[in-house]
């Protein structure tokens, strides 16, 4: 099994960038595809990006897609999510997810689908 920590999170203001960080360790990173997904205050864990083992294939919730971009460095056993214009309902405990899987392009957007989980790291948006 896979152990993962989550890094990056912060305050920042409306319209401003984070970089969100998940390292990886134990079982070879490269046998996992990865997802991130995001908890607001008082909502269910939301499905936000996901990307292959090899990061040849990513997938992004509506709410995601033109400003955050996931990327995998499985040299440094990481997987990172950028963050661009972000929005006060962006605000919300980011997680990462690993699913053991080196399935072609396959990418998981379920949590059900995943195996192991970070702690996770607080992300607010200011307005």
């Known amino acids: 099994q896979v152990q993962l920590v989550e890094s990056g999170g912060g305050l920042v203001q409306a319209g401003g960038s984070l970089r969100l960080s998940c390292a990886a360790s134990g079982r070879s990173f490269s046998d996992y595809a990865m997802g991130w997904f995001r908890q607001g205050p008082g909502k269910e864990r939301e499905f936000v990006a996901a990307?292959?083992?090899?990061?040849?294939?990513?997938y992004y919730a509506d709410s995601a897609k033109g400003r955050f971009t996931i990327s995998r460095d499985n040299a440094k056993n990481t997987v990172y999510l950028q963050m661009n214009s972000l929005k006060p309902e962006d605000t919300a405990v980011y997680y990462c997810?690993?699913?053991?899987?080196?399935?072609?392009?396959?990418?998981?957007?379920?949590?059900?689908?995943?195996?192991?989980w970070g702690q996770g790291t607080q992300v607010t948006v200011s307005s």
């Open positions: 990307i292959n083992w090899s990061g040849a294939s990513t």
């Open positions: 997810a690993a699913k053991l899987s080196t399935y072609y392009r396959a990418i998981y957007y379920l949590p059900s689908d995943y195996d192991s």
